[in-house]
C-alpha cells in the first residue's frame, strides 16, 4: 500500500512568515496530490491540489510543489494569518485509485498574531 | 452546491448497541466514501460506492460494519454491537468521477462515542 509521511508534525510560525510542509509517498503511480485542511471538530477541506502533469500549483497565499522524481510534494503559506491555524494533511490517493487517499499524519500549523 | 450532509453529528451509545450513520453526498456525484478518523490521527479509508454498488472495503472494516448506498444517492453506516473501540469520527466524502479529477469533498463527520 501507499507509505505517506509528512514533516514537520508541528509547527509554529509568526503572523506573516511563510510556513512549509512537505510531505512523501512510495507509490510511484500515484498522479493525484492533494492537501486538506483540518480545523477543530470539522472535516477535511481541500485547499489546493495538483496532478502529476504539472510542477507547481498556486492559489493566491498557497501553493504546491511536486517532484515526482523523488517523490514527494511540498505546501507553501505565505503571509500566514491567525485563520490559518489548524491541521493540513496531504492526502495522494493509492495509485491512480483517485477516491482511496492515504492520509499522512498531519501537521499542527499555529499561526501566533 | 449544498456540500456533503452527515447526521447525527455526534451519537454517544453504551457499548453493545448499534448505531447508524446517514450521509447525503453532493448532488450528482457519483462516489461516495467513508473514512474513520481517531483523535491525532488522519483519516482512514473504510469503504467506497459508485452509484449502488459498492467496490471496495478496508479490511479496517469488520464484520460489525455494514455501508449501503440503496439508490444511489444516500448511505447509511451501521455498527453493530459497538465497542469502545469503535469511538472515532465517522467521515463521508464524495466526488464525480471524470469531473475536476474526481476531486474529494468531505463532511463535517459524525462524531461516535461508545461508553
Known amino acids: 500500500g501507499e507509505n505517506v509521511e509528512q514533516h514537520p508534525s508541528t509547527l509554529s510560525v509568526q503572523e506573516g512568515d511563510s510556513a512549509v510542509i512537505k510531505c512523501t509517498y512510495s507509490?510511484?503511480?500515484?498522479?493525484?496530490f492533494p492537501w486538506y485542511k483540518q480545523e477543530l471538530g470539522k472535516g477535511p477541506q481541500l485547499i489546493i491540489d495538483i496532478r502529476s502533469n504539472v510542477g507547481e500549483k498556486k492559489d493566491q497565499r498557497i501553493a504546491v510543489t511536486l517532484n515526482k522524481t523523488a517523490k514527494h510534494f511540498s505546501l507553501h503559506i505565505t503571509e500566514t494569518q491567525p485563520e490559518d491555524s489548524a491541521v493540513y494533511f496531504c492526502?495522494?490517493?493509492?495509485?491512480?485509485?483517485?477516491?482511496?487517499?492515504?492520509f499522512g499524519q498531519g501537521t499542527i500549523l499555529t499561526v501566533h498574531p | 452546491d449544498t456540500g456533503v450532509s452527515q447526521n447525527p453529528r455526534h451519537k454517544i451509545t453504551k457499548r453493545g448497541q448499534n448505531v447508524t450513520f446517514r450521509c447525503d453526498p453532493i448532488s450528482e456525484h457519483n462516489r461516495l466514501y467513508w473514512y474513520r478518523q481517531t483523535l491525532g490521527q488522519g483519516p482512514e479509508f473504510l469503504t467506497y460506492f459508485q452509484n449502488e454498488a459498492q467496490l471496495e472495503k478496508s479490511r479496517l472494516l469488520s464484520d460489525r460494519f455494514s455501508a449501503e448506498r440503496p439508490k444511489g444517492s444516500f448511505s447509511t453506516l451501521e455498527i453493530q454491537r459497538t465497542e469502545q473501540g469503535d469511538s472515532a469520527m465517522y467521515l463521508c466524502?464524495?466526488?464525480?468521477?471524470?469531473?475536476?479529477?474526481?476531486?474529494?469533498?468531505f463532511g463535517e463527520g459524525s462524531w461516535l462515542t461508545v461508553v
Open positions: 507509490d510511484s503511480a500515484s498522479n493525484y
Open positions: 492526502a495522494p490517493p493509492h495509485g491512480t485509485s483517485y477516491g482511496k487517499l492515504t
Open positions: 466524502a464524495s466526488s464525480s468521477v471524470g469531473r475536476a479529477g474526481n476531486t474529494i469533498y
